[in-house]
């Protein structure tokens, strides 16, 4: 059974940049089957997508967090990794990574499917 | 980008009772070649990561009580709950994957009452 974990600062200053790793176990990373995707979810708000990767290093960001987002994959880790710069308040969220159903064909289904505890990342200074 | 919006915020519903949360895409996530409607629902509850209940807009993920149904076609969705257990206080989430740019609706907390 896959399991994620993230790990990472739960503190970050405004300005700086927010780096999380999720590692994969029980699974790898490299299945042709699965995206990996990072979401979050600030204080007393809802879900919001930040951006997700196959094994080959193609990704695909949500457009309302522009070119801040990063994120990149170690196959050989199995491990993928998010990183937000210029931080500010309001990316202050509770962090998951997740497991993301479809290799990427048009037709194919990308719900959700296993997700991490999540971590908390507070941006403050 | 395909808004999600979901009604209502919040809904009570007593213990054994049906509640139903709404689900309205801003367009149509249904793929005319393949007949599939491209949206999924989650249950978070208080503390622990979402959980995927339902993709295909009507199949039950494996494990996930036959309480649970989806329905709806193009922009209306819904999410039943036929009778409510105290597990299900939670908040509930729609989410479309029509877009590479995936998107949930707000949320719908149900309480019981």
């Known amino acids: 059974q896959v399991r994620l974990q993230e790990s990472g600062p739960g503190l970050v200053k405004p300005s700086e940049t927010l780096s999380l790793t999720c590692t994969v176990s029980?699974?790898?990373?490299?299945?042709?089957?699965?995206?990996w995707a990072w979401i979050r979810r600030p204080p007393g708000k809802g879900l919001e997508w930040i951006g997700s990767?196959?094994?080959?290093?193609?990704?695909y960001n949500n457009p309302s967090l522009k070119s801040r987002v990063t994120i990149s994959i170690d196959t050989s880790m199995n491990h993928f990794s998010l990183r937000l710069t210029s931080v500010t308040a309001t990316d202050t969220a509770m962090y998951y990574c997740?497991?993301?159903?479809?290799?990427?064909?048009?037709?194919?289904?990308?719900?959700?499917?296993?997700w991490g505890q999540g971590t908390l990342v507070t941006v403050s200074s | 980008d395909i808004v999600m919006t979901q009604s209502p915020d919040s809904l009570a519903v007593s213990l054994g009772e049906r509640a139903t949360i709404n689900c309205k895409s801003s367009?149509?996530?249904?793929?005319?070649?393949?007949?599939?409607?491209?949206l999924a629902w989650y249950r978070q509850k208080s503390g622990q990561p979402p959980e995927l209940l339902i993709y295909?807009?009507?199949i039950r993920e494996s494990g996930v009580p036959d309480r649970f149904s989806g329905g709806g076609s193009g922009t209306n969705f819904t999410l039943t709950i036929s009778s409510l257990q105290a597990e299900d206080g939670a908040i509930y989430y729609c989410?479309?994957?029509?877009?590479?740019?995936?998107?949930f609706g707000g949320g719908t907390k149900v309480e019981i009452k």
């Open positions: 997740a497991r993301q159903h479809g290799s990427g064909a048009y037709y194919e289904g990308r719900w959700f499917g296993t």
């Open positions: 029980g699974g790898s990373i490299s299945s042709p089957t699965f995206h």
């Open positions: 990767i196959y094994y080959t290093g193609s990704t």
């Open positions: 367009q149509s996530v249904l793929l005319d070649s393949n007949n599939k409607n491209y």
């Open positions: 295909w807009a009507s």
């Open positions: 989410q479309q994957y029509y877009s590479n740019s995936f998107s």
